[in-house]
């Protein structure tokens, strides 16, 4: 699921992308999306900009007005529209021509180009939302990367609240208190602090709250004290701001930015790391996390199947043989024996096909690895002759001669 530094970054996709643009013409949504309300803009031409907080997008519509309605004055001016975005499972934004539009795009903005351009707000899974007019959801407290100030005071003055009773694993994904922090930070923070992630919010964030008191007593309120390690709070701020300063994750990465993917895996340390154990929460989403669960870890808590292909992933771009050999590739090659003449020999196999290992370097990227094919002369298989049975002589077979009953007949007995 995108999370905090995800919708940043797409906040900034459509900034640069709209950036001396005019869109015209009313947004278009797709036929299928009917859980997302139309969009009623009628701007002939308009701009558009975004901006970010937490796992929220606010798009603004703002209309152009020409010098012939200035003119006439006549009508209502429109005004401009806000839509707020909320990228579920799989959202995302794309900037495209026409033709190449995303089979998945819910909602598009046309410019007022020729040809004219496409900006997409993509949803394979279909799990995103969006709302026309509205504002910042009212529930969600503030961002973890743009308002970190307001963050940390506001979770640290609701330390009353039942909610940090609460494992700390699961505390952190609640959004009135972390807006932004997802599965892979969470995973990460707690990692990198050698936190349990099923101990208690309360025990964890206490000490940071009695040690703000105690420095506004002693007249240092705003002040903040050094320390060697950076606390939970901090390291949710640090880490959200080290995954935007890559530009691009495993949720909004495009082939033009493999290169910051593969920077976002190496990255990771703890999330979908193998070596890593896995335990499903209260809430059923799965924590990844090293050494002991904590005493607040779901009785009979079950690890659930991780991706595969994302571990393998990450492991790849961990794994140091990976700049000096390139990828292991099975080549066929073809073995074919011949006599003198050109004939094939009846005592060996017509074709021979062999699974051969060839590992291309990659450590220049000018140099590929070639197929090379040899012939490898196979020895016959020297099978002995086998000699034809010669038929046996079929003998008539004999008459057999009848029994005959002739002559015994049932003797009587006298009396």
Not at 402 to 407: F, I, W
Request: glycine share 8%.
């Amino acid at each position: 699921m995108p999370e905090g530094p995800e919708l940043h970054l797409a906040a900034r996709f459509v900034n640069a992308v709209c950036a001396g643009r005019v869109f015209s013409g009313r947004p278009v949504k797709s036929e299928v999306n009917w859980k997302n309300p139309e969009v009623p803009f009628e701007a002939k031409t308009y701009t558009i900009s975004a901006a970010s907080r937490g796992k929220e997008v606010q798009m603004s519509l703002n209309p152009i007005e020409d010098d012939k309605s200035k003119k006439r004055g006549a009508g209502k001016a429109i005004e401009a529209l806000k839509i707020v975005f909320r990228f579920g499972m799989s959202g995302m934004f794309r900037f495209t021509s026409v033709s190449e539009v995303p089979k998945h795009a819910h909602l598009m903005f046309y410019t007022a180009d020729k040809p004219p351009m496409v900006l997409s707000f993509v949803d394979v899974r279909r799990f995103g939302r969006w709302e026309v007019g509205g504002g910042w959801q009212k529930d969600r407290g503030p961002c973890i990367i743009l308002e970190y100030d307001e963050f940390r005071a506001h979770v640290l003055s609701n330390m009353s609240d039942a909610a940090f009773n609460r494992p700390i694993c699961e505390v952190l994904l609640n959004q009135k208190f972390f807006n932004g922090v997802g599965n892979y930070l969470r995973a990460e923070v707690l990692y990198r602090l050698g936190i349990p992630p099923f101990v208690s919010a309360r025990s964890v964030l206490e000490p940071l709250a009695k040690a703000e008191e105690l420095g506004e007593q002693n007249g240092m309120e705003g002040v903040k004290v050094k320390t060697e390690h950076p606390d939970l709070l901090e390291l949710c701020n640090k880490l959200a701001t080290e995954v935007v300063s890559l530009g691009a994750t495993t949720y909004n990465h495009t082939p033009d930015s493999e290169s910051s993917h593969d920077a976002f895996l190496r990255w990771l340390q703890c999330y979908y790391n193998p070596d890593m154990r896995t335990l499903v929460d209260h809430n059923g989403r799965t924590i990844w996390f090293k050494g002991e669960a904590g005493p607040l870890a779901p009785k009979g808590g079950k690890s659930r199947g991780t991706n595969k292909k994302m571990e393998a992933a990450v492991q790849k771009r961990k794994s140091p043989q990976t700049d000096q050999a390139g990828p292991v590739k099975k080549v066929k090659e073809e073995v074919k024996t011949e006599d003198s003449k050109g004939s094939k020999s009846k005592n060996t196999p017509k074709r021979i096909t062999r699974a051969k290992t060839v590992v291309t370097s990659t450590s220049d990227s000018a140099k590929v690895g070639r197929t090379r094919r040899k012939a490898i002369p196979v020895p016959a298989k020297s099978t002995p002759a086998r000699t034809k049975r010669t038929p046996k002589a079929k003998t008539p077979r004999q008459p057999v001669p009848k029994k005959t009953t002739k002559g015994r007949g049932r003797q009587k007995c006298r009396q």
